[in-house]
């Protein structure tokens, strides 16, 4: 999906939908396909999904939906989701593109910025993809975040270990 392979997408999800019965896995992979339908323009077989994803998660992870909820023009769903869900060190990115998609750009940025204080992992792995909106990507406080980011990397003793072996490695 961050790649932008929305057919390899739904084919993917397909798979993992024949394998995946019930529960909140399932559910993931039903929001997975339901995204790739969205970005192909497909809001007609995405609906049913989101029904049946919202079945299969059993209250289980709810901030997932909040973007695609927005998305199939259910923004004031999108604000019961956010606000009954709570953020934590592994989901700040579903808030974050919840906000987003309820133009909340503030928020975003606050989230963003705590996720990368935290070490999210769910906001590490996207900060640098085309996954944020033209708005985000354009606000100077996006560049603030790559900065902060950036001086959290180099920081590190991980970081730091490995500089040196690579440098150690090129001589």
């Known amino acids: 999906m961050v790649a932008g392979k929305y057919s390899e997408s739904l084919e993917v999800s397909n798979r993992a939908l024949d394998l995946l019965q019930k529960g909140s896995p399932r559910a993931t992979a039903l929001l997975t396909k339901v ?13 049913p999904l989101v029904d049946e994803a919202w079945r299969a998660a059993q209250g289980k992870n709810t901030e997932q939906f909040a973007q695609i909820f927005t998305r199939i023009g259910r923004p004031k769903r999108t604000k019961e989701v956010l606000q009954s869900a709570i953020v934590t060190p592994n989901n700040r990115l579903y808030f974050a593109l919840g906000y987003e998609s309820l133009g909340e750009i503030g928020t975003v940025f606050e989230l963003i910025r705590d996720g990368i204080q935290d070490h999210d992992v769910s906001m590490l792995e996207v900060m640098r993809t085309n996954i944020w909106s033209d708005p985000v990507k354009q606000d100077p406080r996006f ?29």
């Open 143 to 171: 560049l603030n975040m790559l900065d902060l980011l950036e001086s959290k990397e180099t920081n590190t003793p991980k970081y730091l270990r490995a500089h040196d072996a690579s440098s150690v490695q090129s001589s």
């Open 35 to 47: 995204d790739a339908l969205l970005m192909l323009d497909r809001l007609d077989e995405a609906l």
